[in-house]
């Protein structure tokens, strides 16, 4: 089992920036692909970002490339998402998760049924 506690949510003015951060434990994950998700408000989750735990490649959605880093820690078992230049419409819980399988594709997978493990989500809200 894995287990993904994501935290560093909170209240921002649009054009600021927040990190996200998310802790992970349990088994041996180096194969995985650690995602990030969001979701706003009577919309579906959708996928933002991903890094491979092995190795660090990243993979953005045109929407948060350029704006939002994805990295990770292995020493500390973290995987952060700084998020610059936000805007009122990145508002969402943002969700933290994990793909054992994800070493298998050559590029990240972006449905969240693919993804077993997850953490609680951190809500960010941008104000305009």
């Known amino acids: 089992q894995v287990q993904l506690v994501d935290s560093g949510g909170g209240l921002v003015q649009a054009g600021g920036s927040l990190r996200l951060s998310c802790a992970v434990s349990?088994?041996?994950?180096?194969?995985?692909?650690m995602g990030w998700f969001r979701q706003a408000p009577g919309k579906d989750r959708e996928f933002v970002t991903a890094?491979?735990?092995?190795?660090?490649?990243?993979y953005y959605t045109d929407s948060a490339k350029g704006r939002f880093t994805i990295s990770r820690d292995t020493a500390k078992n973290t995987v952060y998402l700084q998020m610059n230049s936000l805007k009122p419409e990145d508002t969402a819980v943002y969700y933290c998760?994990?793909?054992?399988?994800?070493?298998?594709?050559?590029?990240?997978?972006?449905?969240?049924?693919?993804?077993?493990?997850w953490g609680q989500g951190t809500q960010v809200t941008v104000s305009s």
């Open positions: 890094i491979r735990w092995s190795g660090g490649k990243t």
């Open positions: 349990g088994r041996t994950f180096s194969p995985y692909v």
């Open positions: 998760a994990a793909d054992p399988l994800g070493t298998f594709y050559s590029n990240p997978r972006r449905d969240p049924g693919d993804y077993p493990y």
